[in-house]
């Protein structure tokens, strides 16, 4: 079946270390994007990807870096310039409309099971 | 701006119990409605949407209908079960083509036996 793998499910970080979120559709979807989740709070996009190479940053991408090397793949490194990582991490993926604009409309959204992040 | 806002939780009911999260929002123009459900250990999941004034919005026995004279969009179901425990995001796309996704913070529901 396709869909969205996040691993680890449970991840730990020390301060001032950086770690990397895994994130790989099996989708062929275009466009993949990162959430974070705050208790009592809604998601915030972090960063997101239309194209293999290419990626722009959303409205709290500062802390975070992405790559995008392979259609499947949309790493996220919480680097220690983050100042409060502690999270829930949300990937998704979504066709690409073909025509510029990144098909936005959340019926072609597709999301993983999300990666719980505690700062030691 | 644009925005949502969703009634606060954790919202406990019995089982056959009426459900109903309020949703409002606040968008330029005709923003695209729709509720996403979390159950735990898992992602987000499309429930239902609506696109335009006055639709209604159904799946599962769970309904929402877009009201524009009041900026509204509350979810409901007749009858919760056990297995409708999980977490609901109102949701929404604005008008114009360059739009995101904006979330409602979630509300959690637990239904008992």
């Known amino acids: 079946d396709g869909g969205i793998t996040q691993s680890p499910k449970y991840l730990f970080r020390k301060e001032g270390q950086n770690v990397t979120l895994s994130c790989e559709q099996n989708?062929?979807?275009?466009?993949m994007y990162w959430y974070r989740q705050d208790p009592g709070q809604g998601l915030r996009l972090i960063y997101y990807?239309?194209?293999?190479?290419?990626?722009q940053k959303g409205d709290i991408a500062e802390g975070y870096s992405v790559s995008r090397e392979k259609k499947e793949s949309f790493p996220l490194t919480v680097t220690s310039a983050q100042k409060n990582p502690t999270a829930f991490y949300l990937c998704?993926?979504?066709?690409?409309?073909?025509?510029?604009?990144?098909?936005?409309?959340?019926?072609?959204?597709?999301f993983g099971s999300g990666t719980r992040l505690t700062v030691v | 701006g644009n925005s949502v806002t969703q009634m606060e939780g954790p919202v406990t009911l019995s089982e056959e119990a009426f459900l109903t999260i309020n949703c409002t929002y606040t968008?330029?123009?005709?923003?695209?409605l729709f509720w996403y459900v979390q159950y735990p250990g898992e992602g987000l999941q499309l429930l239902l949407k609506?696109?335009?004034?006055?639709d209604k919005g159904s799946n599962k026995g769970f309904e929402a209908t877009y009201r524009k004279e009041t900026t509204s969009f509350h979810l409901e179901k007749g009858s919760v079960q056990v297995s409708d425990s999980a977490v609901y995001f109102c949701?929404?796309?604005?008008?114009?083509?360059?739009?995101?996704?904006?979330f409602g913070s979630g509300t959690r529901l637990s239904i008992r036996p």
């Open positions: 949701a929404l796309t604005p008008y114009s083509s360059a739009s995101k996704i904006i």
């Open positions: 968008a330029t123009g005709y923003p695209s």
């Open positions: 609506a696109t335009k004034a006055d």
């Open positions: 990807s239309q194209i293999v190479n290419d990626f």
């Open positions: 998704a993926s979504s066709p690409y409309s073909g025509t510029g604009v990144v098909q936005e409309s959340p019926d072609s959204y597709t």
């Open positions: 989708l062929n979807h275009d466009a």
